[in-house]
């Protein structure tokens, strides 16, 4: 069964600093992964997207790397603001049949 | 340009009530679908409309109904509502081609079935 794990659950990190967050796959066979980012009562918006053959891709101060031989993606944010204080959830796409796995996401709160 | 619409932001009902969640885009999507977003969980798909007049399920129908008979909307229809039904309700289109293009999420429907 395709599953997408992310870690931590939840995290709280002060304005300024860095954070990573991570995501591990078992989808199969991968097509792309992305990473959304989902503001309290708003939906996911797209962050990144990321093939078979991309290791790394950025967006502003958001980087997102992906290794395909151990299945495992991160989402680097650098410089935190308050405006990170989000739920950022890994989405793995597989060939064929449109389906995507979801990640449970990860809470980041970054406080002052 | 407003994207997708979902209507309503809240919904209280009892059980045994039925009722809609609208679903609305104005990017001439074809591909648009539904997902329960429970916490601590991923986003589940309910429903999928690959255009208008073409509906399948996804890994969690039942209990619920849609149809597409426009390449705007794509209304969820709950038919007897439960308390595992309470959730907040996403929908998503994307372009031709489906999800692997990327979704374009509404503001979600957050549902209490009491």
């Known amino acids: 069964k395709n599953q997408v794990e992310q870690s931590p659950q939840s995290l709280i990190i002060l304005e300024g600093k860095n954070c990573t967050l991570q995501?591990?796959?078992?989808?199969?066979?991968?097509?792309?992964l992305r990473w959304y980012k989902q503001d309290t009562g708003r939906g996911p918006v797209s962050l990144t997207i990321?093939?078979?053959?991309?290791n790394t891709k950025s967006n502003g101060r958001y980087t997102a790397t992906l290794d395909a031989d151990t299945k495992q993606s991160s989402l680097h944010i650098t410089a935190s603001q308050l405006s990170d204080s989000a739920s950022y959830i890994c989405v793995v796409s597989a060939y064929a049949g449109n389906m995507l796995t979801f990640g449970g996401g990860t809470r980041l709160m970054v406080k002052p | 340009n407003a994207g997708v619409t979902q209507t309503p932001k809240f919904q209280v009902l009892k059980t045994g009530q039925s009722m809609t969640l609208q679903c609305a885009q104005d990017?001439?999507?074809?591909?648009m679908s539904w997902y329960r977003q429970d916490p601590g969980m991923g986003l589940r798909l309910i429903h999928y409309s690959v255009g208008a007049g073409i509906t399948d399920q996804g890994e969690v129908p039942n209990g619920y109904n849609v149809s597409r008979s426009t390449t705007e909307d794509f209304p969820l229809r709950l038919l007897s509502a439960a308390p595992s039904q309470t959730s907040v309700y996403f929908c998503a289109s994307s372009p031709t081609g489906g999800p692997d293009y990327g979704y374009t999420f509404g503001s979600g429907t957050r549902l209490t079935v009491v």
């Open positions: 990017m001439n999507h074809e591909y």
């Open positions: 990321m093939t078979f053959s991309e």
């Open positions: 995501c591990n796959y078992t989808v199969s066979p991968f097509s792309n």
